[in-house]
């Protein structure tokens, strides 16, 4: 019933920036968290940054001052600006959205992910 879509992903050099949009869409009532979550290879899942429906932000040390998550809650849509690539940050990047459906549902949906890629 819901369904989230990223863009922005690419190939870019170490330095370079990238920004990921990721847009949900369906029977939603309304969203409370939206994040980015990424997964490098041979690595776990992890969280890079969550923001909240009223706009306070968690992002984990290792992009804080590099990336910036924001949405636009009429647009339903979570953004991650990316700056100073490094090939660390080489994943795929993956939207999380907590939101309560039309019928009163709460559900934490996931998009398909895009891949970021940094060369050095």
């Known amino acids: 019933q819901v369904q989230l879509v990223e863009s922005g992903g690419g190939l870019v050099q170490a330095g370079g920036s990238l920004r990921l949009s990721c847009a949900a869409s369906?029977?939603?009532?309304?969203?409370?968290?939206m994040g980015w979550y990424r997964q490098a290879p041979g690595k776990q899942r992890e969280l890079v940054a969550a923001?909240?429906?009223?706009?306070?932000?968690n992002v984990v040390d290792s992009v804080k001052g590099r990336f910036t998550i924001s949405r636009d809650n009429a647009k339903n849509t979570v953004y991650l600006q990316m700056n100073s690539l490094t090939p660390e940050d080489t994943a795929v990047y993956y939207c999380?959205?907590?939101?309560?459906?039309?019928?009163?549902?709460?559900?934490?949906?996931w998009g398909q992910g895009t891949r970021v890629t940094v060369s050095s």
């Open positions: 999380n959205a907590r939101l309560v459906t039309i019928s009163d549902r709460y559900e934490s949906n």
């Open positions: 369906g029977s939603i009532f309304s969203i409370n968290t």
């Open positions: 923001i909240t429906r009223s706009g306070s932000t």
